[in-house]
């Protein structure tokens, strides 16, 4: 028998050419030339999921560079959040007043077209071994941290084993309660969620949390859902974010049936974010009120605990604007 690809073996696999990705999916005649402004980057698994021959497919349009990237829109800027004013030592930003977040890896496992970060610059902005002492000293240094966020880029690119030393570093930190890590990766490469992943979650006096981002029902299935199980079977805290992007998921029946999935697979809604008004990203955007009266049909349908809370971070704010 075979042996089953691990995540690094599926991640090398993955798509990095958008003509290729468009030549498997039987599509032709799209300008891809956005690619680089922000490089193409696409699992397999992910792609498996797109529908071949639609070019209007909502997991397809998440990846693929287009023309609409290169109009430049009024109020659309390179760091939407102003985040390097909250960067006191490289790789950490602080906003909050109880948690930091770290940049932990630059690089993801899919590259998101409307990532707010997708002109962030992580070369200067990850965390290595000695970055990370000085990550540590500052939140000696700042008694009222609690929690610790991991982020990137996406911090599950790691290895297990640097992420096991980092826990162990957070851990010696009694002022430390809670452990977060911000990812997409387990969506796009179930298999992500290794046997070692979990144990350090779960072993760790630290109380784990995941927040994921999935942003409609076709991106999770039940495999996807078997390799989240032991996470959720022993007791880590799984949430969702979702980005609302036009042509995706702005949608209530499309909001719902993911609100519905993810809470079948144990995971809460948590977050519905606006677009953060990043530069290339404009063409997903939805205006607010538009937003608002999705969030309403979504109420409709749903009890209140399977409705995302409708957000958007602002610059220069220390806590997020939400909208009911
Ligand atoms: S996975 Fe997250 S950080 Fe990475 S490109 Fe997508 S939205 Fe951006």
Known sequence: MLAKPNWQTILADGYTDPQKLLDDLGLSDIDVSAHRLFRTRVPRPFADKIEPNNPNDPLLLQ??????????????????LAEQQFNPISGLLHKYRSRVLLTFQGACAINCRYCFRRHFDYADNHINAKQLEK??????????INEVILSGGDPLMAKDKIIQKAIEQFEALPQLKRFRIHTRLPIVIPE???????????????????????????????HFAKHIRPLTDNGVQLLNQSVLLKGVNDNADILTELSEK???????????????????AAHFNIEEDVAQKLIRDLAAQLPGYLVPKLTRETAGMTSKDMWV
């Open 192 to 222: 992500r969620i290794t046997d070692e992943l979990v144990q350090m979650l779960t072993k760790t006096r630290l109380r784990s949390v995941i927040v994921l981002h999935c942003n409609h029902p076709k991106e999770i299935d039940e």
């Open 262 to 280: 993810l809470f079948d697979y144990r995971i809460m809604p948590y977050y519905l974010f606006l677009l953060d008004k990043v530069s290339g």
């Open 135 to 144: 990550v540590i000293d500052y939140i000696r240094q700042h008694p009222h």
């Open 63 to 80: 990846v693929l560079p287009i023309a609409d990237e290169f109009i430049e829109v009024e109020g659309f800027v390179a760091d939407p």
